[in-house]
């Protein structure tokens, strides 16, 4: 007969229950890195945050280190912790390693004959992209920028690419919290992805692959956008 449900060895042992803090508070930090609330470049406190999660120190410092094993954050001795600020060189060298694994990826679907169920997807996807940006949420258009590519990476159906897709996953989504300003500037980038998925959808494989290494474009200038941009925001509330 079954344990009852309120049976501590039905329960499992105390560290699951302190896993799982940490693990809760690492999806707290990561969401505040993601959106911006804790900035490029900052450092953070271990005693600060355990005090404003009112936990103790050891589930806050579990969390940071599950966080910098994902690239979110960068452990500097005698320095402490701080939010990676990536460098232009970083910014091409990681958009240069995702446009390697994507272009693989591509490679492969438009082989296929049947591709109806990654199209579907990634057209669903595209939609919502197109929603997001009609309520000017950039933050979601960038988590749907990511499921996008992910999928694409994904259904080429090779474990060893998507594990060395998701490595880059963290870094990624700080390159687009630097380059948020040029993304607003440039809303077609919206309607690319709509366009990338008409092109799985057919048969000019070479179509398809040059357009997603043109999608991929300058990383460095949309950086240079976006800087200008966070520019003329300051300039303005300073004003």
């Not at 490679?107 to 000017?136: G, N, Y």
């Not at 499921?147 to 474990?159: L, N, Q, Y």
């Not at 494989?205 to 991929?216: C, D, P, T, V």
């Amino acid at each position: 007969m079954a344990e009852p449900a309120d049976d501590p060895k039905a329960k499992g042992p105390k560290r699951l229950v302190r896993t799982t803090l940490s693990g809760q508070i690492a999806g707290q930090i990561r969401a505040s890195i993601l959106d911006g609330t804790f900035a490029l470049g900052s450092q953070l406190n271990e005693m600060e945050l355990a005090a404003s999660f009112g936990v103790s120190r050891g589930p806050v410092r579990e969390a940071m280190q599950r966080l910098i094993q994902e690239g979110l954050l960068r452990s500097e001795p005698h320095r402490g912790v701080f939010v990676p600020e990536l460098s232009p060189a970083d910014l091409l060298d990681i958009y240069f390693v995702r446009k390697s694994l994507e272009l693989v990826a591509m490679a492969r679907i438009m082989d296929r004959a049947d591709r109806r169920s990654v199209v579907a997807d990634l057209t669903t996807i595209a939609h919502e992209m197109t929603q997001a940006l009609e309520r000017q949420d950039w933050l979601l258009i960038a988590d749907l920028d990511m499921r996008f590519h992910r999928r694409i990476v994904d259904e080429a159906g090779s474990e060893r690419l998507s594990r060395s897709f998701a490595t880059l996953q963290a870094e990624t989504r700080l390159c687009l919290q630097m380059l948020m300003g040029g993304y607003r500037q440039n809303e077609v980038l919206v309607e690319e992805h709509q366009l990338l998925a008409d092109l799985i959808a057919g048969d000019d494989k070479a179509a398809a692959m040059r357009e997603l290494e043109r999608h991929f474009g300058d990383p460095v200038r949309t950086l240079e956008k976006a800087n200008a941009s966070r520019r003329e925001t300051f300039g303005a509330e300073a004003a």
